[in-house]
């Protein structure tokens, strides 16, 4: 197993147990995450994106009750050395496709857990009709919106059947189409 990869798991079995503001865990969060992307039939690097995309949470400054606002940033910039823009672009834009979202779907606001809600106000608010139109733009787009909903309905304890171990094969496939850094 790559060396980073065990640091991955290291962390999330440090931490994982944490919570912050929602009724489940990081890894009950990230595995539920990770198991949408699979029943969707998502490729291994959208796999990994949807497990890992709130690592921000688990290594950066946290308040207990929200969370981390800058999660998104500084997860998709600790994993960008080792991964793929197909696993770090979606994770770092999960949080603005929850702005968007936000702004274009009926009943989407209405239906954010507390803890989302206070992160969107913390993460700009709405997404004005400029900054949609530039968000669409990205080629991470897309994929970045199918992540925001696994990550609205990631939080359904059927879909914790699994430790974070099990989409180790996952991560080895996705850490493996990059060049590693010495």
Request: glycine letters at 6%; one cysteine or more.
């Amino acid at each position: 197993m790559h060396i980073f990869i065990q640091q991955i798991a290291s962390l999330f079995d440090a931490q994982g147990n944490q919570t912050y503001g929602e009724d489940i865990n990081q890894i009950e969060h990230a595995v539920q995450c990770a198991e949408l992307a699979i029943i969707a039939g998502e490729s291994s690097e959208l796999v990994v994106a949807a497990l890992l995309h709130d690592i921000g949470h688990l290594i950066a400054a946290t308040d207990l009750a929200f969370g981390n606002y800058k999660h998104d940033v500084i997860g998709a910039e600790f994993l960008a050395p080792y991964f793929p823009k197909e696993v770090t672009e979606p994770i770092r834009l999960h949080a603005q496709a929850k702005r968007y979202l936000c702004a274009v779907e009926d009943g989407y606001l209405a239906g954010l857990s507390a803890a989302s809600l206070d992160s969107l106000n913390n993460q700009g608010g709405l997404m004005s009709v400029s900054e949609q139109q530039a968000f669409l733009q990205d080629p991470f787009a897309q994929a970045s919106i199918k992540l925001r909903r696994w990550d609205d309905e990631g939080k359904v304890q059927e879909l914790s059947q699994h430790g974070i171990r099990h989409y180790l094969p996952y991560l080895e496939a996705a850490i493996s189409t990059v060049t590693i850094p010495a």
